[in-house]
């Protein structure tokens, strides 16, 4: 019997039924093996990145967002109201949520794209709490 | 989405679509336009905050 659903299994893979993204728009057509096997003679689990939200709208924002900030700090600096200091460290923020950025368009494995998404946000926060901080 | 980052977003799709209108492309690269204006963004703070500092 395990026999059958694995060679079922193996068909439909070969056949390309298996590896078929959900449509949808976006970034449906990347597939992504999650990394995890179904237990029946090793068969890929497969999962979009589609699943964890379109890839260009969570990255397009966060790439739109770093250009603001970044752009703010610089007009501020020019403006005599933001300390050098403060603009280099938010000059650092900015280049490593775009180094997060990038890092996260090359992924494949879901959790670590995730994770340098996570990243980016937090360094966005972070610079973001600064320019509040200096415009009072 | 704040004002500017809408705009950062509206200036890189219009590049987008020039270049591919350009080179006859059928497809739009979003993110290599956004990719492309955030670096210029950032590397611009760089050097004026660099610039102040010294």
Same mark, same amino acid.
């Given at each position: ?136 | 989405?704040?004002?500017? $980052?809408?705009?950062? *977003?509206?200036? !890189? #799709? @219009? /590049?987008?679509?020039?270049? =591919?209108?350009?080179?006859?492309? $059928?497809?739009?690269? *979003?993110?290599? !336009? #956004? @990719? /492309?204006?955030?670096?210029? =963004? ?13």
């Amino acid at each position: 019997m395990k026999a059958w659903i694995i060679g079922i299994l193996a068909a439909l893979s070969l056949a390309g039924c298996l590896s078929q993204p959900a449509r949808g728009g976006g970034a449906a057509d990347l597939v992504v093996p999650t990394g995890r096997t179904s237990g029946l003679g090793g068969v890929h689990v497969y999962a979009t990145l589609a699943e964890h939200g379109s890839v260009e709208w969570v990255l397009a924002p966060l790439y739109t967002r770093t250009a603001r900030i970044a752009d703010t700090a610089k007009r501020r600096l020019a403006k005599g109201r933001l300390p050098a200091n403060i603009a280099g460290t938010i000059a650092a923020q900015t280049r490593g949520a775009l180094d997060r950025i990038r890092e996260a368009r090359g992924e494949v494995v879901p959790d670590v794209y995730e994770a340098r998404v996570a990243q980016a946000k937090a360094l966005l926060d972070a610079a973001d709490e600064l320019l509040e901080e200096f415009s009072k | 989405m704040k004002l500017e $980052e809408a705009k950062t *977003l509206r200036s !890189a #799709l @219009d /590049a987008a679509i020039a270049a =591919a209108e350009e080179s006859g492309q $059928e497809e739009i690269g *979003l993110l290599d !336009a #956004l @990719d /492309a204006v955030t670096e210029q =963004a950032v590397a611009e703070l760089e050097a004026a905050a660099a610039k102040a500092s010294s």
